[in-house]
């Protein structure tokens, strides 16, 4: 059967072309350098680490690192099955030109929707600002810029950044629902829990 191909937007287009006129090699080595964090590889040991930590930890950061690792496996494996039913060419095959000012090609020529590294953010900030709640804006904007390094050294289309984005966060929402992880508050220390009633009669 053959796969369903999708085109790139005039959005797609438009970005694709800027971010191929004003890259230099500098900017693609960078780029490529800070897009790593979001690989599954690293997310996966580190999510591992994490679990690992976490046993000698707390009811809640045990909780949190089980949430993390069953959030990590998915959106690590979902990517894969959706690169398999979609066709669509990746950016670096169509708009960059011969002088490639540094563009190197990235994965499979039709590997491109959705992104899997913004799957990878979107499913790990989500899972982060729930955890930690304070820190959401830090993480959303770090994510922000790490998603937009696919867009910058060409690996992915707007679209396929904003889309994986989207399925990392129902993904995330999806484990919680599943899991029946949909607070924290019961998993708190008995110290922090009567803290917690302090705040809340104060």
């Not at 809640?60 to 398999?84: D, E, G, S, W, Y």
């Not at 990746?90 to 490639?100: E, F, I, L, N, W």
């Not at 989207?166 to 607070?183: D, H, I, Q």
Request: aromatic share 6%.
């Amino acid at each position: 059967m053959q796969q369903p191909s999708i085109p790139p937007t005039w959005l797609d287009t438009a970005v694709a072309k800027s971010a191929a006129k004003h890259t230099n090699p500098i900017i693609q080595n960078c780029a490529r350098s800070a897009t790593w964090a979001a690989d599954g590889r690293v997310l996966g040991t580190l999510a591992s680490a994490a679990w690992i930590i976490s046993r000698a930890g707390n009811l809640r950061q045990q909780a949190v690192a089980n949430h993390f690792v069953a959030t990590v496996a998915l959106a690590v494996v979902t990517p894969k099955i959706m690169k398999r039913l979609a066709d669509r060419t990746r950016p670096d095959r169509v708009v960059v030109g011969y002088d490639r000012h540094g563009v190197k090609t990235s994965g499979k020529p039709q590997d491109s929707f959705p992104s899997g590294h913004s799957v990878h953010i979107g499913a790990v900030v989500s899972a982060l600002s729930w955890a930690y709640p304070d820190k959401a804006a830090a993480f959303w904007g770090v994510g922000a810029v790490l998603a937009a390094t696919r867009v910058g050294v060409l690996a992915h289309w707007t679209t396929d950044v904003l889309a994986g984005l989207t399925l990392g966060v129902t993904l995330e929402n999806a484990v919680r629902r599943f899991s029946g992880t949909t607070s924290l508050s019961s998993t708190r220390t008995p110290d922090a829990s009567r803290a917690y009633r302090r705040d809340r009669r104060s």
